[in-house]
Nanobody, 116 residues
Framework: QVQLVESGGALVQPGGSLALSCAAS????????MYWYRQAPGKERELVAR????????YVTDSVKGRFTISRDNAKNMIFLQMNDLKSEDSAVYYC?????????WGQGTQVTVSS
């Protein structure tokens, strides 16, 4: 059974930092492209970052470039999203996703709220 379990979401002040984690199981993690998406109320889900299967093959969307970093630990079947200098517009539910070449899997999400 595939499971993606996110953690680390919280309420944080603008300018603060958070580290999100996603623990994966039930599929071949090293063969999967891993993603972080987010969805704010009333908005479409958007891609935030991607970690490919090749070392160093990462991508972050322009709006978070220089502030967010995605990484993966293949030994632990986990991905991470380090978020620095958070802004109110970063508030959203953050989802971990995996694509194994056939199917997209999704976690349940973790809430990030940036507010003073």
């Amino acid at each position: 059974q595939v499971q993606l379990v996110e953690s680390g979401g919280a309420l944080v002040q603008p300018g603060g930092s958070l580290a999100l984690s996603c623990a994966a199981s039930g599929f071949s993690f090293t063969s999967a492209i891993m993603y972080w998406y987010r969805q704010a109320p009333g908005k479409e889900r958007e891609l935030v970052a991607r970690a490919g299967t090749v070392a160093g093959g990462t991508y972050v969307t322009d709006s978070v470039k220089g502030r967010f970093t995605i990484s993966r630990d293949n030994a632990k079947n986990m991905i991470f999203l380090q978020m620095n200098d958070l802004k109110s517009e970063d508030s959203a539910v953050y989802y971990c996703s995996a694509f194994n070449g056939v199917t997209n899997y999704w976690g349940q999400g973790t809430q990030v709220t940036v507010s003073s």
